[in-house]
């Protein structure tokens, strides 16, 4: 198992997981369905508790659907692996057909796995919970009073049944034999299939049983018509050879190898090993007893039938319970048997089936389950027996049994802590050479949980193998803590099997509602095994069903996967369906909102907490001539194409354009993005951002939820009275965050509007003073294109009259220095001087030494370049640079360019731009005197601005 939402690429990941994914697809519907009835179940539950009656029912309910939905999925299997069947040997395509019949039998088998995995829950959670409704030890004490003490005419039947009512171990392992002989029987265990196995084997058919033991009798007659016998053989008969030395019996009844010592033809021998497996198989598979005994007198074996204990019984009890001793002389006479050395090894096995051994039945078991039914059989048995002899029913009908014991007492010593029967069989199984892999299978794991009673000690390993995973070969997670303690891999293996995924998902979520994890951290380990089925679902694209299993596990953690989540999800329409599912449940989208860009910052390492920062964002570069300072900007200062990290977080935050309302989150959330990215010198990300959610844009869509429809720019000063523009300049210099007191509190006699309006805009500040910053740079890049646009065509020579063809390019060129203008003017204005705490306050730093010097050095250079040649009125806003950096709105940006060094370069660029000033005077003065008039001259004359000063106050010529 690939790492939980890693911090690698994702294409990388993808490829690893795409068989995932694929099996994903294949039963999207069952999951769907799956996913549909746990959150009707959810819905439901939040009403009410399981100590109520509808509470349990409903619970109860929910196990019995997804039970169903697993069966439906097993039948739509087998009948498509039909229909390919059919088609296949219809287009005689055999050698194309193996792979995927290969294919398809793992399928058919994991889907059977899952119905049988779904049918032990459900029984075995009905016994560790039992309904509210009824009181067990109430009902049973009414029954046995009513039905009166057991007599010397009670039937063995009802023995039974009193047996397994008043001993509730005794009938949850009945109830377990049964599901494995159901299990055995949708397992190619029914009797057709048995029998169509036996035929197989034997290489005769099952119809030819009547004729008996064929070789051996027709040896018989020979030896008789040679030897002209005229009576029947007897052991004291001449002895007949087989071919290897060993003698014939000479009578052909059943008992007749074992009471004469003698063998039969090798070739019965042989067909006599199969009958015997395939009567295990029957009594495995729990075939019902009245077809066993019929079959076998349809062809003529009646003897094996009564041998069985199965000749006269009609009920369907575990054991023989025919005879006034319930059938315990008959468990010792099969004890026997099975015990004894001489009896084929098959035949043994079938005998000690029926008495309760362990040991004789070992050789006829295949698998796991055959070895779980032969020790819960002996358990059953064993249970059985001891009822038998202190219920007294031995002694008040007379009955003497033989002193020898059975062997459940002798076999089980293992187990001598009866109530722990389940979880020892399970650890044998797991130690026994025969069982020990399949014991660690995904399945077989669970099952065993189930069956030991040990699901919360398993679920819990399970979510520590979680954690093992995501942390082997020093992989890392946001959602998956690593932990200390070990368990085996086998564990880990359930995570990596879709089917096994699916179940211990569901099934631990529903046993948590009746044993509910209080310890957070066991909480949080268990809620491993949640956050890995909702990557897998994530991975299948399956994005709509995650809120409904996000709502099982811890708030905060849920609202961290759904936030990861989020980010692979880009469709406006499916944005808005999955913000709506998780408003349907109590976890909170905005807080999912906050954790998708965390975790968007913190894959790309580029949250402030985790980095230093730049010292210097590089704009400009030097250059050479009388047209720039001596630097302008860079001609490589231009956005780049953004990284797929980048991506995600630009991603991450346009999901806050559709959530309504919440306001001061999106603001706090975009602030710290646009921190992050400049901190870190991410300019092109941070520009994508402006482009894609534009200040516009978002005070179009957030501020008429708390504005009465309204569309209002919280930065605007309009929007507020006049008497509180001064208070808030004042009050969100040290803290944008919270409203100062004064600004909220009761007193105050400003609307309910204007009060929004004073929150967000103090909240909002230091994000739209980034963005401006952004912005900014864009301006001084696009600059640079316009420049080199300008003096490729000459543009000297437009400023004189007639120069006509020109005109564009100057346009071009002065659109472009008034957007560099109005893009910086906020940078002299008390910029990005606003923090939330010390830390936040380094951050600001940070950025402000990074950026504001190249800033306003660049924004000189497009100064003088714009006055060489806009006009000579351009220099005099170079002049105004001095001044608006010494106000004390400004002390911060003054100690950024002495901290960095840079007040010294930028003293030096201001020098330059005005010696061109002083040139570009003496140049029109020259060219009056020729006569030569220049287009700009009717406007040397013009005020500049608000204050009346001109350009002229720098023409020497003039101050004569």
Known sequence: MASVFPNATTNGVNDVLRPLSTMAERVGKEVEEFAVRMDKWRVEMEKQDLTSERGYRETMDLVDQLTKIAEERLKDLKREASRNHSRSVTR?????????SEE????????????????LFRMMLGFEFPDPRFDRNTNRQIYLHQSGPLNTYTPGSEIWARFLLENDDAREMENIIRWLEETARTNGGSMEDILEELESKSGKGTSQWDKGWMDTREKLKGEKRIRLWDMPSSAGSQPHNDGEGRRLVTQLDPDAPSRQGRVLEPNDMESEKPIWETCFRLLRSGVPWDDVRGWFEERGEQWRAATLGKIGETQQCKTNTAGPDCGALWRRICFRIAQASGVPTHERAVYGLLAGDLESAFSQCRDWDDFLYVHYNAFLLSRFEKYLRESGIFQDRQISLPDETLPPASALVAFEDEGTVGGNTVRRLRLQPETEKEALEPEKNIQGALIGRQLMEFITSVGIAVSQNVYAAGRQ?????????????????IADDETSLRLITHIGLIYQAFQPVYDENEKQTVDNICVVYMDYLRRAGKIDLLPTYASFIQDLRAEKVLGMIMADVTAPHEQRTLLNLIGRTH???????????????????LMCEQTTGISNFKILESTQGADFPEQRVGASFTPHVLAPEEEKIIRSCEWFVLTPGYMSGVLTSLTYVYKCLLYNGRWSAALALSHRITWKNLMDLKTPYYYNGKRVDIMDDATLNTNHVEEMRRTTRAASRQPHPSAMKNGDQSSREEKFTRLYKMEGRTYYELMQLTLALEALSIWRKKED??????????MYEGAVPFQDARNALKKAFHNVCSAVEPVFHDFLTHSNDDEDAEWMKTIRHAYLP???????????FGGTYLGRENFTKSLDIATLITSEENKELVEALLSTGRMEELVRSLALTSKQLLKCNELVAKNEAAGRKRKASRDMGRKRGWDGRTAEIWDLGKLN
């Open 104 to 119: 398809t039998r793992h399928e058919l088998r994991s889907a059977q796995i899952e119905v049988n995995t779904w049918k």
């Open 92 to 100: 005689s395509q055999v050698g194309s057909a193996g792979p995927r």
């Open 587 to 605: 976890l909170t989208a905005p807080h999912a909102l906050v954790e998708e860009y965390m975790w968007a910052l913190d894959s790309a390492n």
């Open 789 to 798: 646009e300008a003096l490729a065509t000459d543009l000297d020579s437009a």
């Open 477 to 493: 997670s946001r959602l998956v803590k690593p932990t200390e303690v070990q368990v085996d891999s086998s564990f880990g293996a």
């Open 854 to 864: 190249e800033v306003i050095i660049a924004y000189n250079a497009v100064l003088h």
